[in-house]
């Protein structure tokens, strides 16, 4: 699959390179009822050989139900989680592999990560001056007191926040200002890419867009790179310029966003845009959804999809379909392939 | 707002209160609303609106120390606000069914799931054990449950979240009850498992003529689900009226507001409308209009005088802008 | 507060006074009478054990300001030799019992907090280990504690007497007394600690302020000490509270036994424990005053504990 990673047909540099990515927990039970009750180890692959690339200044974005492995691959970027093998190429330098620490903290300035939840990704016993300053602590940007409560004062600034809110603590704020808070402290170090995992399935929607016009406007003022977890077809399209659908931990098609929505080629791409509620009250023509999500340590021979899958035959319930180019994007689909979807 | 004598359900000018040290808080404000047999009414509004409070002070489950303070909620004309919680017991699950967020609050983790059904059928209907489980297993298969008589002698744990959503359904309908609360059913749930939920529920309710009180935050559920919708706001219904017009062409500024914030899965826009500043919290309600802090029309009339909710359309609005210019809002909006 | 920024005012002590005044807690605590009385007693004792020296009519510790013609007076009654009169009478040297009291609460207290402060200090740092790092090191501290929790407390803190006086030389077992009870009692008790700040380590190290603090680069220790300890400090007071009460009755248990604090420097235990011997001859007084004390103390304490367990949980409130 190092095909998608490699492939050339974006003009610009990626600027983030993820290929062959995979994650396996062990979920096994403890030691001892593992002897008691003669259960054997158990793993969960909540990451399948992903890969893909993000040019700098784009948004790509990760969408998948729960189970997907679209937060692990956010936290294996950042640095939460070590991926069990893959490869995480952020400028060209493997971050998976950096062993030297000062080298690593200067990699970690670049890239930030906002969070889904502003209520716990803010110490509430620390005051909002303290969380934004942090970064700029300790990546050692500055130290002098009166250049960081300038920098802050800015920073509150551009998140459309008062300066003087800076003496308060997270509880007195709303959820969308929490979250803009989040956002000062992630831009602190002047980072080129954010990883935002599901930045507002925690807030209201009159807030959400509020968030999401705040998003764009930093993106066009300071060039950011963003990758988007999210579980919002809607936010997505809004926001993404390429779109990578995951299911059970694999990709199911690599498409810019605008074909992604409007001519959807998997059919797990297909069933999921069928899903969200239609709002504009169209009455256009909808598959109904069929069945669950498989528990994903016991997931389906084949490819994933083939037990819900309108299209499946004999072939997807063996083989696992290969990710290959479609259009200006790429699917993993056998009826793609052989050209069984309508 | 129709007054007319058949109406399932009506309420009357409820309002909820929270007594605190600081001061009394009025978490739902003198709302009314009507509902007709076998009609979806989606209550929908963002977080601190009250839509959730409205739904449990209807079916006299509101936590202490909240409390109604005055309003009346009748079923089919019989006042059930300040019922005897006896009497309360009957008619909740009889004659109204709920479905909550979170499934697993509504199923006991301890029992099998055909057990609860069963005493539920039972408590409800003169029916014999065999009668009750044949409903038993009926109700699992109605809700799309597979292998329904096996499933039975399963425990909630043993269900997925959807699976576990449909058979706190089957639960609620299991009285044959003439409406049924919903709060937030599918909100815990993946998009492709919503849509599965909301089809049953719209299928069921409509087969059994049950009226539906729907409260979500969210447009799209309405959208597929509901007749008619009332948006709240800071404890207020802010408008109200058929589901069509109150999507397409949204009359009140917040209203109006809220659908310009939604992003359009269907197409791209550079930026979304988006409304100033957040819900109030209940401690600190601007006089007057609720929302006139955050709305580009407010005039003094709306930061000291609270709006009357008046008929427009098929609807009503609680907005001073006359209807002209109310009209004139809602073609500006997109959908 | 290194990390205040210039520009902005600064929060009056007045408008600090007033937030606490206005805070939920406080207000909780105006609203009980039960814990205000407790708050009370336990000042009371305080007060009265901190100023000792400037309260009591006399240093019980000092042969020369006692008179043996005054044993053995009761309360309030007027001594038949030398016409004087005890408040609270005295014991068979010719001490006042309220003067020993005022004393003695000083050598209980200070066991009590210093036992405490001990026990804290070693429970919650393991407990902070056990609980960030997990794994290994988890199960290991965890066992310990589990081990030593399987032990009643007065019988580990006896043990880790019994070693330190059969270690140390016996000239100095007098002056060193109050350490040892010190140490045998915190290292009995932090088990306790350590369990309930894992539990709640494990709780706050899954919180996204955590992974937002590790995404920064920050060290474990740093994230530990900075993040993590001032989230889990809540219970930590509560059971601290508690952990008081229990720790004063430890040491007068420890006292009562005879292993604690000597007659001559004596504690609310040893009070008791030499009281004891004068109740069949009928000189109750020597020994129900001390005792109630003990009591008082340690009925507020806990009163005040379980205040602070409802005052703190955000369930209840």
């Known amino acids: ?342 | 707002m129709t007054e007319t004598s058949e109406a399932l359900l009506e309420v009357r000018d409820l309002v909820v209160e929270f007594p605190t040290r600081r001061g009394i808080l009025r978490a739902v404000d003198q709302i009314s609303f009507s509902l007709m047999p076998g009609e979806v009414l989606g209550l929908v509004g963002e977080s601190g609106a009250g839509k959730s409070l409205t739904g449990t002070a209807l079916i006299g489950l509101l936590e202490p120390p909240g409390r109604i303070a005055s309003g009346t909620v009748r079923l089919k004309g019989q006042q059930i606000n300040g019922l005897p919680p006896e009497e309360l017991r009957k008619i909740r699950g009889r004659r109204i069914g709920m479905v909550f967020q979170d499934p697993l609050t509504s199923l006991n983790p301890l029992y099998r799931v055909g057990e609860q059904l069963i005493e539920t059928i039972r408590t409800h209907l003169p029916l014999s054990e065999a009668e009750a489980r044949q409903r038993a297993v009926d109700l699992l298969m109605e809700v799309g449950i597979p292998a329904a008589e096996r499933r039975l002698d399963s425990y909630p744990h043993e269900f997925s979240g959807g699976m576990r959503q449909r058979v706190v359904i089957a639960l609620a309908l299991a009285a044959e009850p003439e409406l049924v609360i919903a709060d937030e059913p599918t909100t815990a749930l993946d998009v492709s498992v919503q849509a599965q939920i909301i089809a049953v529920l719209k299928r069921l309710c409509r087969e059994k003529n049950t009226a539906v009180i729907l409260i979500t935050h969210d447009m799209g559920v309405i959208a597929e689900t509901a007749d008619r919708v009332a948006v709240m706001y800071a404890g207020r219904i802010v408008e109200i009226g058929p589901v069509r017009d109150v999507i397409k062409s949204p009359r009140h500024p917040y209203t109006k507001g809220l659908m310009g914030s939604i992003p359009d899965p269907e197409a791209e826009a550079e930026r979304l409308i988006q409304i100033p500043g957040s819900m109030p919290r209940l401690t600190h309600i601007p006089k007057g209009c609720a929302f006139n802090p955050r709305c580009g029309f407010a005039n003094d009339q709306c930061r000291t005088e609270r709006p009357p909710v008046r008929a427009v359309g098929k609807g009503s609005v609680a907005c001073f802008l006359d209807e002209a210019q109310l009209t004139a809002l809602s073609l500006e909006a997109r959908r | 507060m290194r990390d205040t920024p210039t520009a902005l005012p600064r929060v009056s002590l007045q408008q600090k006074l007033f937030r606490l005044w206005d805070s939920d807690i406080a207000y909780s605590f105006r609203q009980s009478p039960v814990t205000m009385a407790a708050g009370f007693v336990v000042l009371l004792i305080l007060i009265g054990a901190v100023f000792a020296p400037l309260l009591a009519t006399q240093n019980p510790f000092d042969p020369s300001g006692l008179n043996l013609m005054d044993g053995k007076t009761a309360p309030m009654a007027v001594n038949e030799f030398t016409q004087n009169s005890y408040l609270l009478g005295t014991d068979d040297q010719g001490r006042d019992i309220l003067s020993t009291i005022l004393y003695g609460s000083r050598a209980s207290l200070l066991v009590g907090f210093a036992a405490v402060g001990l026990a804290m200090l070693i429970g919650v740092t393991l407990g902070l280990i056990a609980g960030y790092r997990g794994g290994i090191v988890d199960s290991i501290i965890m066992r310990i504690a589990d081990i030593q929790l399987t032990f009643p407390s007065i019988l580990v803190a006896m043990l880790i007497f019994g070693v330190f006086r059969g270690v140390l030389p016996v000239q100095s077992h007098a002056t060193l007394a109050v350490p040892v009870l010190i140490l045998a009692i915190g290292f009995s008790d932090w088990p306790q600690y350590a369990r309930t700040v894992r539990g709640v380590t494990m709780v706050e190290r899954n919180k996204e302020y955590v992974q937002a603090a590790r995404v920064i680069g920050l060290a474990p220790l740093t994230i530990m000490i900075r993040h993590v300890l001032p989230n889990v400090l809540g219970p930590v007071l509560v059971i601290g509270t508690l952990g008081l009460a229990l720790a004063i009755i430890a040491e007068a248990t420890l006292s009562y036994l005879g292993v604690g604090v000597p007659p001559t420097q004596p504690s609310l235990g040893t009070l008791i424990r030499v009281g004891q011997e004068y109740i069949a001859s009928g000189e109750w007084w020597i020994l129900f005053f001390p005792s109630l004390t003990l009591l008082a103390l340690a009925l507020s304490v806990n009163l005040l504990g379980d205040w602070l367990r409802d005052a703190l949980n955000p369930k209840l409130r």
């Open chain 1, 1 to 342: 699959m190092t095909a998608v990673a490699s492939a050339s047909h974006a003009d610009a540099v990626p600027l983030l390179t993820v290929e062959g990515l995979r994650c396996v927990f062990d979920v096994s039970k403890p030691w001892l009822n593992r002897v008691l009750e003669g259960a054997s180890k158990q793993s969960l692959q909540a990451v399948d050989d992903v890969s893909f690339f993000i040019p700098k200044g784009e948004t790509f974005a990760l969408v998948g139900e729960s189970g997907s492995g679209k937060s692990t691959i956010a936290k294996m970027i950042v640095g939460l989680l070590r991926p069990t093998n893959g490869e995480i190429r952020f400028d060209g330098t493997d971050i998976t592999k950096v062993g030297n620490a000062a080298e690593m903290r200067r990699l970690r300035r670049r890239f930030q990560m906002i969070f889904q939840d502003p209520y716990a990704s803010l110490n509430p016993r620390m005051r909002v001056d303290t969380i934004i300053a942090e970064p700029l602590r300790a990546f050692g940007i500055l130290s002098e007191d009166g250049a960081i409560a300038t920098r802050v004062a800015e920073l509150l600034r551009l998140v459309r926040l008062d300066p003087a809110d800076g003496v308060k603590f997270p509880h007195e704020f709303s959820g969308g200002q929490r979250q803009r808070i989040a956002i000062a402290r992630a831009l602190a170090g002047n980072p080129e890419f954010l990883v935002c995992d599901e930045p507002t399935s925690a807030l209201d929607v009159s807030v959400q867009a509020q968030i999401l016009n705040l998003m764009k406007d930093l993106q066009a003022e300071f060039g950011l790179t963003y990758l988007l977890i999210s579980h919002n077809l809607a936010v997505v399209r809004h926001m993404a310029t390429r779109v990578g659908v995951l299911y059970l931990g694999r990709l199911v098609e690599v498409a810019p966003s605008r074909q992604l929505f409007t001519a959807p080629r998997h059919p797990y791409t297909r069933m999921l845009l069928d899903a969200v509620p239609d709002l504009a009250m169209s009455g256009r023509q909808r598959l109904p959804v069929q069945g669950e999500i498989p528990n994903p340590i016991t997931p389906p021979s084949g490819c994933f999809y083939h037990p819900r899958c309108p299209l499946a035959n004999e072939r997807c319930t063996q083989e696992r379909p290969a990710l290959v180019p479609a259009a200006e994007g790429y699917v993993a689909c056998h009826a793609v392939a052989e050209g069984r979807a309508a």
